[in-house]
């Protein structure tokens, strides 16, 4: 084993294979997968209003513009956030109504999920893991 001084002071010995404990790594990455594999199954966030308004202005605008070939274009997104802006509240209720909707079913999914989390239902995901907090 020979020791060298390198010019910022540390000492290195070479000759020697230096290990790194990879076991906690691969105990994190297992929990991480299991955590993914919970949060695969949890119900996913509804739109807001503007999202559903959103849908129906892009159909609207394709059919006014047809000479407008990607729906990715600024022209859209400029011309749906000015209408957006400049449409009153009762012309906008409706994308809230189906918001509010959507929200509430949100909701109630996602109760049912903490129910069946709570109960145990996802434990099988969480013994795979050797992880200990």
Not at 59 to 74: A, G, H, I, T
Not at 76 to 102: F, Q, R
Not at 112 to 124: A, C, L, P, T
């Amino acid at each position: 084993m020979v020791l060298r001084v390198r010019s910022n002071g540390k000492v290195k010995a070479s000759g020697m294979k230096q290990s790194k404990p990879t076991s906690g790594k691969n105990l994190k990455a297992t929990f991480k997968k299991n955590i993914a594999k919970i949060d695969a199954m949890k119900p996913k966030k509804p739109p807001t209003a503007f999202f559903y308004f959103l849908e129906d202005f892009r159909k609207e605008f394709q059919e006014q513009n047809p000479d407008v070939k990607s729906m990715r274009d600024l022209q859209v997104g400029k011309a749906c956030g000015e209408k957006w802006k400049t449409m009153t509240y009762e012309e906008k209720v409706h994308y809230y109504d189906i918001a509010t909707e959507k929200r509430r079913e949100f909701d109630r999914a996602m109760a049912d999920f903490n129910k069946r989390k709570e109960s145990g239902e996802f434990q099988e995901f969480e013994e795979d893991s050797d992880f200990d907090e």
